[in-house]
C-alpha cells in the first residue's frame, strides 16, 4: 500500500518551512552530492591528518573555497 512512497523527518517546524520548501531543499540535494564526488575523484585529493581545532577550520575553509571555485567555473 506505500509502496513508492516516502517520508521525510526534520526538526524545522511547519511554520517556518513549509512542506514544499522542505522538499525543494531535498531535491537539491544532487548538487551537493555531486559536489562531493567531484572532490573526491577529480582532485585526487589524499587524507590529510590535522589534530588541532585551528587546523581542522583552516583545512575545511580551503577545501570548501576550492569546491567553491570549481564549481563556479563549471
Known sequence: ???GLKGYVTN???AIAP???ILAHYHGLW???QSFRISKTD???RPLFVRT???I???LTIVFAA???ARTLQ
Do not use: C, T
Open 12 to 14: 524545522i517546524p511547519g
Open 53 to 55: 581545532r585551528d587546523a
Open 19 to 21: 512542506a514544499s520548501e
Open 57 to 59: 577550520e583552516a583545512h
Open 67 to 69: 569546491l567553491a571555485i
Open 1 to 3: 500500500m506505500l509502496a
Open 43 to 45: 582532485r585526487a585529493a
Open 31 to 33: 548538487h551537493i552530492e
